[in-house]
């Protein structure tokens, strides 16, 4: 499985009434399914485990069950607007990574 990954700095004003009432909703899941994507989540970050600042306000994950899937993504015309609406909720730069899972666990199966 891969994972495309966007986290928001704590540093930089991010706007959540905006991202959750406005650009999610542009993100809708059969817009995600349709794009390639089989799931996304939001994470707020709390705090860290030892209680040291956390770099992070937010993390966004959007899994994708092949490279394929995340190449066809990155592709769809739909991903300018998205794009383009970050400067709405977000002044910097997201810093974006691309993972793959390995493992993992889950007590459903």
């Given amino acids: ?3 495309l990954t966007f986290c928001y ?3 930089i004003p991010f706007d959540d009434q905006y991202y959750f009432h406005s650009h999610l909703p542009n993100l809708s899941m059969k817009a995600v399914l349709e794009m390639g ?3 996304y989540e939001v994470k707020k970050i709390l705090s860290s ?3 040291s600042p956390v770099p992070y306000s937010y993390i966004f994950h959007l899994y994708f069950e092949t490279k394929e ?3 066809r993504f990155i592709g769809d015309p739909r991903i300018k607007a998205l ?3 970050v400067s709405n909720y977000y002044i910097g730069k ?5 993972e793959e899972i ?3 666990f889950t007590s459903a199966g």
Wanted: proline content about 0%; cysteine-free; hydrophobic content about 40%.
């Fill in 1 to 3: 499985m891969i994972v």
């Fill in 9 to 11: 700095k704590r540093d």
């Fill in 37 to 39: 994507a089989t799931k």
């Fill in 49 to 51: 485990a030892d209680g």
């Fill in 69 to 71: 899937g995340l190449e």
């Fill in 83 to 85: 794009q383009d609406d």
């Fill in 94 to 98: 997201q810093d974006i990574f691309i």
């Fill in 102 to 104: 390995v493992t993992s």
